[in-house]
């Protein structure tokens, strides 16, 4: 069972180009989200996505867009790099109660140099 | 808004010694909590989850929290730790109405043997 799949798994990008973190999802969940993750600082929501076609901004939008055009895929896009991007990202699913859990993927960690 | 406050950010404790994660949250309504676990070069993975049903929760590999109403905790707890248990922990919390999940900044557990 695959649940929560992120590539690629490592990038090194140049500052001022572009790319998109994909992630994928087989469980059926209506909610997707995108963190990073910086040392010492937990967990940051960039967007989430409570089904196809909605999407909204977490805490730390700035740099990042999403889509959500299929409920298994909900790809994150960085259009100009920059150093402060550098982090690791997580992508999540879960059920739309929030009493459920979130399923997290592994995660893909970014350089910015 | 809701936040999630964890005491300590590294805690150090003896092979078979008690486990104590500290986790306070501030929330104006019956809010909902998790605590993560995270391996390295890993996603975050559920341990428990509070939902209302009881104060005491059980989760997997022996953890338990309590929830606390009148100190508003969430402390993670497990009688005797082991080596495996060596980690990062994260609690969250989010409201009804499926709003996104709140992280602390995750408390990073060693384990000495």
């Known amino acids: 069972n695959a649940g929560v799949t992120q590539t690629p798994k490592f990038r090194i990008l140049k500052i001022g180009q572009s790319m998109t973190l994909q992630c994928t999802q087989d469980m059926n969940h209506n909610y997707m989200y995108w963190y990073r993750q910086d040392p010492g600082m937990g967990l940051k929501l960039i967007y989430y996505s409570v089904g196809a076609g909605i999407t909204d901004k977490g805490e730390v939008p700035n740099g990042y867009n999403v889509s959500r055009s299929t409920t298994e895929d909900f790809p994150l896009r960085l259009e100009l790099a920059a150093p402060s991007q550098t982090s690791v990202y997580f992508c999540a699913s879960s059920h739309p109660n929030s009493n459920q859990p979130q399923h997290f993927g592994d995660g893909t960690r970014l350089s910015i140099l | 808004a809701q936040s999630v406050t964890q005491l300590g950010s590294h805690v150090s404790v003896s092979e078979g010694a008690l486990v104590l994660l500290r986790c306070n949250y501030s929330s104006s309504v019956p809010p909902y909590l998790f605590w993560y676990v995270q391996y390295p070069n890993q996603g975050l993975q559920l341990l428990l989850k509070?939902?209302?049903?009881?104060?005491l929760v059980k989760g997997i590999n022996d953890f338990e929290a309590e929830f606390k109403k009148s100190e508003t905790s969430f402390h993670l707890t497990k009688p005797s730790a082991h080596m495996s248990d060596a980690a990062e922990y994260f609690c969250a919390v989010t409201l009804s109405g499926n709003t996104p999940l709140v992280f602390g900044k995750g408390t990073r557990l060693s384990v000495i043997a």
């Open positions: 509070y939902t209302s049903a009881a104060t």
